[in-house]
T-cell receptor
């Protein structure tokens, strides 16, 4: 069985400061890892993914994430936060051994960026 | 390409009634997924199709739920004899998930919010 843990329900950061949203995972086989963002009353938007290759992946809106196999982590980062980044962020994992690349999501982390 | 669309966006029904939701995926995507999301939780996998074949169903999907994807295009999710516990956001996603052009990320529609009274 595959699982994702997002240990922080909420992360608060000042605009202009770096942000990190944490994610750890458990999966059989090689993980496929994803970050999605959800704005109120809107669907999930894909931000970035790790499938293979370079451990640092870059995505939309200046976000990046680092895959760490030994720590089974895939933390989301951004060097300089914007108020408009405030939203609900989900980490998700899938694998070929899981069948069909179905996604297992964490419970989400609410990011609040303040002026 | 207009992305994944879902209809209706909202549905209010009385307990015991049947409801059907529709999902139109991104046209070139061969995989289509259904998820359910309740307040404060991440989406939970329900079922998925590769082209027209339904390849996996979650144990969350009781016998009252059925999904189809005729001709490998749009999909419908039907819930029979709805219960209050079925109240949730039902999300559809599609991906190019197999073959040489596979990209694996799933693109989600806006969801259908079901309220069972």
């Amino acid at each position: 069985a595959q699982s994702v843990a997002q240990p922080e329900d909420q992360v608060n950061v000042a605009e202009g400061n770096p942000l990190t949203v944490k994610c750890t995972y458990s999966v059989s086989g090689n993980p496929y890892l994803f970050w999605y963002v959800q704005y109120p009353n809107r669907g999930l938007q894909f931000l970035l993914k790790y499938i293979t290759g370079d451990n640092l992946v870059k995505g939309s809106y200046g976000f990046e994430a680092e895959f760490n196999k030994s720590q089974t982590s895939f933390h989301l980062k951004k060097p300089s936060a914007l108020v408009s980044d405030s939203a609900l962020y989900f980490c998700a994992v899938s694998s070929l051994t899981g069948g069909g690349n179905k996604l297992t999501f964490g419970t989400g982390t609410q990011l609040k960026v303040e002026l | 390409d207009t992305g994944v669309s879902q209809n209706p966006r909202h549905k209010i029904t009385k307990r015991g009634q049947n409801v059907t939701f529709r999902c139109d995926p991104i046209s070139e995507h061969n995989r289509l997924y259904w998820y359910r999301q309740t307040l404060g939780q991440g989406p939970e996998f329900l079922t998925y199709f590769q082209n027209e074949a339904q390849l996996e169903k979650s144990r969350l999907l009781s016998d009252r739920f059925s999904a189809e994807r005729p001709k490998g295009s749009f999909s419908t999710l039907e819930i029979q004899r709805t219960e209050q516990g079925d109240s949730a956001m039902y999300l559809c996603a599609s991906s190019l998930g197999s073959g040489r052009q596979a990209t694996y990320e799933q693109y989600f529609g806006p969801g259908t919010r079901l309220t069972v009274t």
